[in-house]
Protein backbone atom coordinates (compact mmCIF):
# COMPACT_ATOMS: atom_id res chain seq x y z
CA UNK A 1 0.00 0.00 0.00
CA UNK A 2 1.95 3.13 -1.23
CA UNK A 3 1.88 6.40 0.79
CA UNK A 4 -0.98 8.41 -0.50
CA UNK A 5 -3.25 5.37 -0.25
CA UNK A 6 -2.50 5.08 3.05
CA UNK A 7 -3.86 8.90 4.16
CA UNK A 8 -5.70 9.97 1.02
CA UNK A 9 -8.57 6.60 1.38
CA UNK A 10 -9.10 6.68 5.02
CA UNK A 11 -9.22 10.93 5.47
CA UNK A 12 -11.45 10.50 2.28
CA UNK A 13 -13.83 8.17 3.76
CA UNK A 14 -14.03 10.01 7.25
CA UNK A 15 -15.21 12.68 5.32
CA UNK A 16 -18.14 11.14 3.28
CA UNK A 17 -19.01 9.38 6.74
CA UNK A 18 -19.13 12.70 8.17
CA UNK A 19 -20.98 14.45 4.98
CA UNK A 20 -23.62 11.60 4.93
CA UNK A 21 -24.20 12.05 8.71
CA UNK A 22 -24.85 15.54 8.37
CA UNK A 23 -27.12 14.80 5.67
CA UNK A 24 -29.08 12.36 7.79
CA UNK A 25 -29.27 14.69 10.49
CA UNK A 26 -31.15 17.72 8.15
CA UNK A 27 -33.87 15.12 7.22
CA UNK A 28 -34.34 14.35 10.98
CA UNK A 29 -33.99 18.13 12.20
CA UNK A 30 -36.32 18.59 9.08
CA UNK A 31 -38.84 15.99 10.23
CA UNK A 32 -38.86 17.77 13.92
CA UNK A 33 -39.04 21.12 12.80
CA UNK A 34 -36.50 22.66 15.65
CA UNK A 35 -33.25 21.56 16.20
CA UNK A 36 -32.53 19.60 19.41
CA UNK A 37 -29.74 20.72 21.62
CA UNK A 38 -27.63 17.54 21.49
CA UNK A 39 -27.57 18.08 17.06
CA UNK A 40 -26.86 21.94 17.46
CA UNK A 41 -23.90 21.10 19.80
CA UNK A 42 -23.19 18.18 16.96
CA UNK A 43 -23.41 20.26 13.83
CA UNK A 44 -21.39 23.02 15.55
CA UNK A 45 -18.70 20.87 16.65
CA UNK A 46 -18.64 19.08 13.25
CA UNK A 47 -19.27 22.63 11.20
CA UNK A 48 -15.73 24.23 12.86
CA UNK A 49 -13.89 21.11 12.36
CA UNK A 50 -14.96 20.98 8.57
CA UNK A 51 -14.25 25.10 8.31
CA UNK A 52 -11.01 24.29 9.62
CA UNK A 53 -10.26 22.27 7.27
CA UNK A 54 -11.81 24.43 4.32
CA UNK A 55 -9.46 27.13 5.60
CA UNK A 56 -6.26 24.66 5.29
CA UNK A 57 -7.48 23.60 1.68
CA UNK A 58 -7.66 27.70 1.06
CA UNK A 59 -4.36 28.09 2.80
CA UNK A 60 -2.49 25.82 0.46
CA UNK A 61 -4.26 25.78 -2.43
CA UNK A 62 -1.52 27.60 -5.49
CA UNK A 63 -4.37 29.99 -6.61
CA UNK A 64 -6.50 30.59 -3.60
CA UNK A 65 -9.04 33.11 -5.05
CA UNK A 66 -10.17 30.51 -8.34
CA UNK A 67 -10.19 28.07 -5.35
CA UNK A 68 -12.85 30.04 -3.60
CA UNK A 69 -14.50 30.65 -5.58
CA UNK A 70 -15.22 27.41 -7.56
CA UNK A 71 -18.62 25.24 -6.81
CA UNK A 72 -17.94 22.84 -4.22
CA UNK A 73 -16.07 25.59 -1.75
CA UNK A 74 -19.03 27.62 -1.94
CA UNK A 75 -21.46 24.72 -1.56
CA UNK A 76 -19.15 24.10 1.20
CA UNK A 77 -19.50 27.52 2.84
CA UNK A 78 -22.87 27.76 2.77
CA UNK A 79 -23.10 24.28 4.43
CA UNK A 80 -21.06 24.45 7.07
CA UNK A 81 -22.60 28.45 7.79
CA UNK A 82 -25.64 26.79 8.14
CA UNK A 83 -24.40 23.95 10.76
CA UNK A 84 -22.35 26.56 12.84
CA UNK A 85 -24.66 29.15 13.56
CA UNK A 86 -27.97 26.86 13.34
CA UNK A 87 -30.29 27.69 16.78
CA UNK A 88 -33.39 26.69 17.13
CA UNK A 89 -34.90 26.12 14.27
CA UNK A 90 -34.18 24.92 10.70
CA UNK A 91 -35.01 27.67 8.43
CA UNK A 92 -32.71 28.90 6.66
CA UNK A 93 -30.54 25.83 6.38
CA UNK A 94 -28.02 24.83 3.55
CA UNK A 95 -26.40 21.93 5.04
CA UNK A 96 -28.21 19.44 2.60
CA UNK A 97 -25.46 20.66 0.38
CA UNK A 98 -22.98 17.95 2.11
CA UNK A 99 -24.76 15.61 -0.10
CA UNK A 100 -22.37 17.27 -3.14
CA UNK A 101 -19.58 16.47 -1.09
CA UNK A 102 -20.16 12.94 -0.55
CA UNK A 103 -20.16 12.89 -4.34
CA UNK A 104 -17.09 14.36 -4.67
CA UNK A 105 -15.28 12.74 -2.06
CA UNK A 106 -16.73 9.26 -4.21
CA UNK A 107 -15.88 10.33 -7.05
CA UNK A 108 -12.25 10.74 -5.65
CA UNK A 109 -11.77 7.28 -4.01
CA UNK A 110 -13.44 5.70 -6.85
CA UNK A 111 -9.90 4.88 -8.42
CA UNK A 112 -8.56 2.93 -4.91
CA UNK A 113 -12.00 1.30 -4.33
CA UNK A 114 -11.63 0.20 -7.64
CA UNK A 115 -7.98 -1.62 -6.88
CA UNK A 116 -9.24 -2.84 -3.66
CA UNK A 117 -12.84 -4.43 -3.83
CA UNK A 118 -14.35 -3.33 -7.42
CA UNK A 119 -12.05 -5.32 -10.01
CA UNK A 120 -14.69 -8.53 -9.74
CA UNK A 121 -17.87 -6.13 -10.50
CA UNK A 122 -18.40 -5.34 -13.90
CA UNK A 123 -17.80 -2.19 -15.97
CA UNK A 124 -21.60 -1.79 -16.80
CA UNK A 125 -22.30 -2.45 -12.70
CA UNK A 126 -19.80 -0.25 -11.97
CA UNK A 127 -21.19 2.73 -14.18
CA UNK A 128 -24.36 1.52 -13.00
CA UNK A 129 -23.48 2.42 -9.32
CA UNK A 130 -22.39 5.53 -9.92
CA UNK A 131 -24.57 6.73 -11.80
CA UNK A 132 -27.41 6.10 -9.04
CA UNK A 133 -25.40 7.34 -6.67
CA UNK A 134 -25.53 10.72 -8.98
CA UNK A 135 -29.06 10.17 -9.06
CA UNK A 136 -29.93 10.01 -5.65
CA UNK A 137 -27.82 12.87 -4.86
CA UNK A 138 -29.34 14.70 -7.50
CA UNK A 139 -33.08 13.66 -6.43
CA UNK A 140 -31.55 14.59 -2.49
CA UNK A 141 -30.77 18.03 -3.08
CA UNK A 142 -33.39 18.67 -5.35
CA UNK A 143 -35.88 17.55 -2.96
CA UNK A 144 -34.29 19.18 0.07
CA UNK A 145 -33.99 22.73 -2.36
CA UNK A 146 -37.65 22.37 -2.34
CA UNK A 147 -38.28 21.95 1.20
CA UNK A 148 -36.26 25.15 2.41
CA UNK A 149 -38.31 26.89 -0.31
CA UNK A 150 -41.25 25.52 1.34
CA UNK A 151 -39.84 26.44 4.62
CA UNK A 152 -39.45 30.27 3.73
CA UNK A 153 -42.72 30.17 2.97
CA UNK A 154 -44.69 32.75 0.32
CA UNK A 155 -42.74 35.88 -0.38
CA UNK A 156 -46.06 37.77 -1.45
CA UNK A 157 -47.98 36.50 2.02
CA UNK A 158 -46.75 39.74 3.54
CA UNK A 159 -48.44 42.03 0.81
CA UNK A 160 -51.58 40.32 0.52
CA UNK A 161 -52.99 42.81 3.51
CA UNK A 162 -51.86 45.51 1.68
CA UNK A 163 -52.92 44.75 -1.71
CA UNK A 164 -54.49 48.04 -3.04
CA UNK A 165 -52.77 50.31 -0.47
CA UNK A 166 -50.00 52.90 -1.51
CA UNK A 167 -47.13 51.81 1.10
CA UNK A 168 -43.41 51.29 0.24
CA UNK A 169 -43.20 47.63 0.05
CA UNK A 170 -45.86 47.86 -2.68
CA UNK A 171 -43.87 50.41 -4.42
CA UNK A 172 -41.09 48.27 -4.60
CA UNK A 173 -42.84 44.86 -5.49
Known sequence: MDSLLRYVFPLALLRMLISTS????????????YIPIVCRICNAVLGTFLLLHLL??????????????????????????SLIFARDRAWLNFSFLQAYTVLRRYFKVEPYLENMFLQKISPFRR????LTLQFTVFI?????????????????????ATTFELTLANSLY
Open 127 to 130: QLAR
Open 22 to 33: ICIAYVYITYLG
Open 140 to 160: YIFACGLQLFEVLGDPTESLT
Open 56 to 81: VLVVRAVNPVPFVLCGEAVMEALSLA
